[in-house]
């Protein structure tokens, strides 16, 4: 990775950013985190990635909740089983539309959602601030190497000049 400095700069400043915003507004922070790696491991660049991370982070709330909600009005476990295999599949068939097409970001926000009880108004705000976080740290990085680029090409063209 050319640019690991850069990266390092933009993830850990924003990350640390991040982790304030989440405290003084009561946001889940891994959960943010969880919506900024969906941001980077999906395909799509830019504001398009974001767009895919939200759609597909929150495809899977919806997903977790119909299973957790539908399972809550029968007494056997089973029904709860049989509700997690039609969710499962209807997340991987979702993929056949280009904004769900990222079928691990519908798996992140159904596990969140699950791993937080199906408390979906802590989720989403959290899964949505995350996909924005991923696209600033982008953007930052992005600055970050344009601007050692030109300090490095003006570094050379001083260096020539002297000689």
Known sequence: MENRWQVAISAGLLAAIWCGVADAFHLVTWIGFLGC?????????????????????????????????????????????????????????QASYQKLSFI????????????????????????????????SMSLLTGQLVSLTQKWSAATRSQVASAD
Not at 53 to 76: K, P, Q, R
Not at 116 to 124: E, F, K, L, S, W
């Open 104 to 135: 691990p970001g519908a798996f992140i926000g159904c596990c969140t959602t699950f791993a937080m009880a199906g408390d979906v108004a802590n989720v989403v705000p959290s899964l949505i601030i995350g996909g924005l976080l991923g696209f």
């Open 37 to 93: 790696s969906t941001f980077f491991a999906q395909p799509k660049a830019g504001f398009q990635g974001v767009m895919m991370a939200w759609c597909t982070n929150l495809s899977g709330v919806f997903w977790a909740w119909l299973i957790i909600s539908g399972s809550s009005f029968f007494v056997s476990p089973v029904f709860g089983y049989i509700f997690t295999g039609i969710a499962t599949s209807a997340m991987c068939l």
